[in-house]
């Protein structure tokens, strides 16, 4: 596989700049490995696939209000600070993006709500990385809350409104640390979830921070030469249970979303069982990749070139997943983050 194996021409009118409302009417494109059938339903219809004894995994992650905007001292130059995760709490240090990040050097101080709040560099990562120590002790996560915007993707051409707090959030999310949804997840809403327990399937909860590695460009042609950055997850015992259950008794295990593809392959035993673990994985999956866990995947329509629709390829079939895009163009399905969905079975 080469990246250009990838690459697509997508209209930017069908770009989602807002989720469907409700969020389960959103469109379902269904497609079957072993026939390569595609039909075309509303999400609220997955529960017609689901049958007793089935699980499905779902990623837990929060996203956090993580884009701050200040000034620097002195100049007063506008600067946005793009948290992406917490490396010492104790001494408050965080790895960011800057941006303008040529006015942001080693030193530089930037002030945020009425310079109540600052933070100061100490380290350059990359050309727009940054390493910054904030004055503020406290859990940065609730100040975040507070005076941070919500971190939407940048294809999407709008500023965060109040109401993308709750639109960028799935009914899962409890614990907090991501920069991005787990969009697959936005789909589902609370009287699905008591409609598919009514119906005998089990949720398993597990849980993956998705810093942007996941969407960072691949820059190489040949596969084999990315490195993806490292995600920590999770794995409850309680959720390793429910899945391995469904694994012994020959149903299937549903995976909602591409981190929770992530969490569930990294994590799996040598037989084939999903084990309870913390831990970080940098899990690089792209065609050809035997699914250990895995057996029906939910997921969005990915960018062109993008990990996400590599890992997607891999399991449906790079063939097969690229002609069901050219149909979903064809047929105006809304794309990425707040796009419609699919279910691959």
Known sequence: ?????????????????????????????????????????????????FESGDSLVVNETQVFQARLFGHKEKTRAHIEVFLLRELNHEEAIWDAIVDPARKVRIGNKIYFDDDKLWCEVIDNTTSRGRTVRFNYKGDLYKVCER????????????????????????IFARHIGSVAAPTAGLHFTPRLIKQLEKKGVKTAPITLHLGLGSFRPVEVEDLHKHKMDSEYFEVPESSAKIVNASIDAKCNVYVCGTSSARAAESATTADGHLKAIKMWTDKFIFPPYDFRVTDRMITNFHMPESTLLMLVSAFGGRDFIMNAYKTAIKMGYRFYSYGDAMLII
């Open 1 to 49: 596989m080469k990246l250009s194996d990838f690459r697509y021409p997508l209209p930017r009118n069908l770009i989602a700049k807002f989720p469907a409302s409700p969020r389960d009417a959103a469109r379902l494109m269904v497609l079957d490995r072993k026939t390569e059938k595609i039909e075309h339903h509303r999400f609220r219809d997955i529960i017609d696939y």
């Open 147 to 170: 005076i941070g915007a919500m971190p939407l993707p940048q294809y999407i051409k709008r500023d965060a409104t109040v109401k993308d707090i709750e639109d960028y959030q799935t």
